[in-house]
C-alpha cells in the first residue's frame, strides 16, 4: 500500500501486488532467477499466488476506507474540541441530538450583533431549563455571548462566576391551507381520496418544517412524489382565516412555528 501526504492510504493494483511475489519467488532458490516474468505467468506457482493477491488488494481497500472513516473522525473530533466560536448550526444540532428539540437562531445583523437569539420548540420546565443551559455552557456557547430571551437560566461556573443563558419557546400561529388538484388526462394513476391527500400532506409538513423555517407551499404536495395523477397542484395559505390567499413561500420569523390546518373541504380536484 503506497502513502500519500495529502491523500493518505493508496490501494496498489493487481500487478504491484503480484509483482512482488514474482519478485520472491525467482529469488527464493538459484534454479528460478532466469525464470521470466512471462513464463512466470503460465506456472502453477502464479495460479498459487493469484488468490494470494486477490486477499492482499481486498486488505488494501480496507485498510484505505479505515484511514479515510478514522480521518474524518478525527477531523470532526477536532473542531468540536477546537472550535472557538458559538455557532448556530452546532446549537440546532446539540439539542436535537441531545434533547429532540426542534430550534431556531435568528440571523444575525449588524443591528443584533453579539447577541444570539434562540427558540426552541418545546414546553418550558424548570428541570429541563436547567439541563439545556448546561449543556450550552458545556457544549455550544461561548461565554460572555448575550442571549436573549425571555427564559432565563443561570449556570454556576466550575471556575467562578455566573453566566446566564436565554431563549424564548416557540410562538404558535395558525395557518390555513388550501389544495387545487387539476387530474391529468394522460395518467393511469388512481387518483387519491382527499383523505388520502390530508394524510400525505401533514407526513410530508412534518417533514420538512419545523420552527422557524420558511413555509414553501409547494413542497408538502407535488405531482411527482405524491400525485403522479396531476398534471396540476395549486397549493395555498392563508394566515387570515381564509380572507386572503397566497401560493409564494412565507419568509418566517425564527421564533414562529406554524400549525397548519388542511380541511377536507379545502381539498379540490378539478
Known amino acids: ?11 496498489e493494483d493487481f500487478e504491484t501486488h503480484m509483482g512482488r511475489y514474482y519478485s520472491a519467488f525467482i529469488n527464493s532458490s538459484a534454479e528460478y532467477n532466469n525464470i521470466a516474468y512471462n513464463t512466470f505467468l503460465a506456472s502453477d506457482e502464479y495460479k498459487v499466488y493469484y488468490p494470494a493477491v486477490q486477499v492482499d488488494m481486498y486488505a488494501d481497500n480496507i485498510m484505505a476506507e479505515t484511514f479515510l472513516q478514522m480521518s474524518e473522525f478525527i477531523q470532526t473530533t477536532n473542531l468540536k474540541i477546537s472550535n472557538p466560536t458559538t455557532t448556530p448550526n452546532a446549537l440546532i444540532a446539540g439539542l436535537r441530538e441531545n434533547f429532540g428539540l426542534r430550534s431556531s ?44 430571551g425571555d427564559i432565563e437560566q443561570s449556570i454556576v461556573l466550575s471556575e467562578g462566576g455566573i453566566e446566564t443563558y436565554r431563549w424564548v419557546a416557540q410562538t404558535e400561529q395558525d395557518m390555513i391551507f388550501k389544495i387545487t388538484m387539476k387530474v391529468s388526462r394522460n395518467s393511469t394513476a388512481a387518483t387519491d381520496t382527499p383523505e388520502d391527500v390530508l394524510s400525505k400532506f401533514m ?25 403522479p395523477y396531476a398534471s396540476e397542484i395549486i397549493t395555498e395559505y392563508s394566515l387570515d382565516d381564509g380572507t386572503t390567499w397566497e401560493t409564494s413561500p412565507y419568509e418566517s420569523p425564527y421564533n414562529i412555528k406554524f400549525i397548519p390546518t388542511l380541511d377536507i373541504a379545502n381539498i379540490i380536484f378539478t
Open 1 to 11: 500500500m503506497k502513502w500519500d501526504s495529502e491523500i493518505g492510504a493508496i490501494p
Open 203 to 227: 407526513a410530508n409538513w412534518n417533514e420538512f418544517y419545523w420552527i422557524g423555517m420558511d413555509v414553501e407551499p409547494e413542497k408538502y404536495f407535488e405531482i411527482n412524489r405524491d400525485a
Open 105 to 148: 437562531v435568528q440571523e444575525m445583523t449588524e443591528e443584533n450583533a453579539g447577541k444570539m437569539h434562540v427558540a426552541i420548540d418545546y414546553t418550558p420546565d424548570d428541570d429541563l431549563n436547567l439541563q439545556i443551559a448546561s449543556y450550552m455552557e458545556s457544549t455550544c456557547v461561548v461565554g460572555s455571548t448575550y442571549m436573549v
